[in-house]
C-alpha cells in the first residue's frame, strides 16, 4: 500500500471472448503470462536494485532516491515525474510484501474479467489518480508505494464490494503506512474504470 515516509517535514466485465482453437496446441503459460505475476517481478526487481543501490536492503534510501519518491512540494513545482516513478518504489521489505499479496489476489481476480491491456492501464491509471488524490489531500508529504494501483484493481475487479473490501484492509493498514487516500483514490477509480470498461463490452 501507499507508504508514507518520514523526512525533516512531516509527512504523507465480462471476460475476454478471444478463443483459442482447441485443435491448435499452446504453450503459453498461465503464470509466466499474468500481468500480475509480472507486475509482482517488475516491483520485486525495482526493490532489489534500490536496496543494493542505497546501501540498505531493509529501508528505503530516501536521500538516494528522493527524486523518484512523491515528494508533495516538490511536484507542486514541477516533478510531475513522481506522481509515476513512486508507484514503483517501497520503503521496506514488510511494506512490498503487503502490497505484493493484494497484487496477486486482486490483479488475477481482474485478469479473469478484462483482457491484458484493460488491467495494464486499470493498474496505472488507478495508481496514478491514487497519488493525484494524495498529492491534492496528502498536505506537504512524502510517499512511495502501489497502493493506488492495487486498490483499483480491487475497485476493477470486485465492482461495489469492492468498496466494502477496503473498508476491511483499511484494518491491514500496517502495510500502508497510513496511505488512506492513495488507497481511496485508487479504488474510485477502479470503480469509474470498471463501468467504463463494461459499458463498452455490454456487461452488466
Do not use: C
Not at 498529492?135 to 512524502?142: D, H, I, R, S, T
Request: aromatic share 12%.
Amino acid at each position: 500500500m501507499f507508504h508514507l515516509l518520514n523526512r525533516s517535514v512531516t509527512d504523507k466485465g465480462p471476460l475476454s471472448s478471444g478463443m483459442t482453437s482447441s485443435m491448435q496446441p499452446t504453450r503459453n503459460s498461465r503464470i509466466r503470462d499474468s500481468p500480475s505475476v509480472q507486475m509482482s517481478a517488475v516491483l520485486l526487481i525495482v526493490y532489489l536494485i534500490t536496496g543494493i543501490v542505497g546501501g540498505n536492503i531493509l529501508s528505503l534510501n530516501l536521500d538516494v532516491f528522493y527524486w523518484l519518491a512523491q515528494v508533495n512540494a516538490d511536484v507542486w513545482h514541477g516533478a510531475v515525474w513522481m506522481l509515476f516513478t513512486s508507484m514503483f518504489l517501497h520503503a521496506s521489505p514488510l511494506h512490498l510484501g503487503g502490497n505484493l499479496l493484494f497484487l496477486l489476489i486482486f490483479g488475477t481476480s481482474l485478469e479473469e474479467q478484462v483482457p491484458r491491456g484493460k488491467w495494464l492501464a486499470t493498474y496505472l491509471l488507478s495508481g496514478l489518480v491514487g497519488n493525484l488524490t494524495f498529492l491534492f489531500f496528502g498536505g506537504n508529504a512524502v510517499g512511495v508505494g502501489a497502493s493506488g494501483a492495487i486498490y483499483g484493481l480491487l475497485g476493477a475487479a470486485g465492482g461495489w464490494k469492492g468498496l466494502v473490501g477496503m473498508i476491511f484492509f483499511i484494518g491491514l493498514d500496517i502495510f500502508a503506512g497510513g496511505g488512506f487516500l492513495a488507497h481511496a483514490g485508487g479504488v474510485i477509480a477502479g470503480l469509474l474504470l470498471r463501468h467504463f470498461w463494461l459499458s463498452k463490452t455490454g456487461g452488466r
